[in-house]
């Protein structure tokens, strides 16, 4: 089975640099991508504050004390 | 410990929208250049921007529920939900993306980055060897070779996206090799 040279991996290695370098300058990273992560992370905690808040019991209600019944004549 | 999964872990255990926005920032501005070539290597170009963004949106969303501890267990993880992503919105495309690779077209890429770093004779000699050994080979071959030798894919990883064992993609790159460096010797 083939193996690489090292001049053939250098030459891969060479290639694979510039052909990310070529695409970056193409391709650059968008102020766009970010903000759809900062959007996805907002939306995501949102909802995590939602789930949380639903799961949270509410807590017990003072009910009005029962007035004693009035005694039987 | 590397920044990139110190970032990640802190984010899990980040309470406040702002600090986790401001590790998103950090994690995904380090990611990024790696997932733009993992997509502009899966899918045709006219759609890889968009898929790109929704491959970064569907990665936010779910980073907090990363269960890992080590850089290469989160890109695994990156590279799953990338994977998924394409499949699910991007399949046409996809498809289209197994077309022989234009040597003419890389050529073009390296020019672009010779704009900030000048090709020698010596580095174009070994470009050309580079693009002739990813272009050769039929192109089921030369696509295995691309996603290992240009986007940087392991076997484990390769092997997981091929659902095939890692011992299967190894030889098969092997063989892979044996065929395109016939052809261009």
């Given amino acids: 089975m083939a193996e690489l040279s090292q001049k053939e991996q250098l030459a891969l290695h060479e290639f694979s640099v510039r052909y990310r370098a070529g695409l970056a300058k193409q391709h650059p990273t968008t102020e766009q991508n970010l903000d759809a992560?900062?959007?996805?992370?907002?939306?995501?905690?949102?909802?995590?504050?939602?789930?949380?808040?639903?799961?949270?019991?509410?807590?017990?209600?003072?009910?009005?004390?029962?007035?004693?019944?009035a005694p039987e004549a | 410990?590397?920044?990139?999964?110190?970032?990640?872990?802190?984010?899990?255990?980040?309470?406040?929208?702002?600090?986790?926005?401001?590790l998103a920032e950090q994690i995904f501005r380090r990611i990024e250049p790696d997932l733009r070539i993992f997509v502009f290597s899966s899918v045709t170009n006219d759609a890889a921007k968009d898929a790109?963004?929704?491959?970064?949106?569907?990665?936010?969303?779910?980073?907090?529920k990363f269960q890992g501890d080590t850089e290469k267990q989160f890109w695994a993880f990156c590279y799953r939900i990338a994977r998924n992503k394409i499949s699910d919105h991007y399949r046409q495309q996809?498809?289209?993306?197994?077309?022989?690779?234009?040597?003419?077209?890389?050529?073009?890429?390296?020019?672009?980055?010779?704009?900030d770093a000048p090709i020698s004779a010596a580095v174009r000699h070994d470009l050309d060897y580079a693009i002739k050994l990813l272009t050769a080979a039929k192109p089921?071959?030369?696509?295995?070779?691309?996603?290992?030798?240009?986007?940087?894919?392991?076997?484990?990883?390769?092997?997981?996206?091929?659902?095939?064992?890692?011992?299967?993609?190894?030889?098969?790159?092997?063989?892979?090799?044996?065929?395109?460096?016939?052809?261009?010797s």
Wanted: glycine share 2%; charged share 35%; aromatic share 8%.
């Fill in chain 2, 52 to 64: 790109l963004q929704e491959v970064l949106k569907a990665i936010a969303t779910s980073l907090n």
């Fill in chain 2, 94 to 115: 996809y498809a289209e993306r197994f077309q022989p690779v234009d040597p003419a077209e890389l050529w073009k890429m390296m020019e672009v980055s010779a704009q």
């Fill in chain 1, 37 to 69: 992560v900062r959007d996805a992370v907002r939306e995501q905690y949102e909802q995590e504050r939602a789930e949380e808040s639903s799961r949270t019991p509410e807590p017990p209600s003072a009910a009005p004390e029962r007035e004693p019944d």
């Fill in chain 2, 1 to 22: 410990m590397d920044d990139l999964i110190k970032n990640v872990r802190t984010y899990r255990f980040a309470a406040g929208l702002a600090e986790r926005i401001r």
């Fill in chain 2, 140 to 184: 089921d071959c030369s696509d295995l070779l691309w996603r290992h030798y240009v986007v940087g894919l392991d076997y484990a990883e390769l092997a997981e996206e091929r659902n095939q064992t890692y011992d299967a993609i190894r030889m098969q790159i092997g063989r892979c090799l044996d065929q395109a460096k016939s052809l261009v």
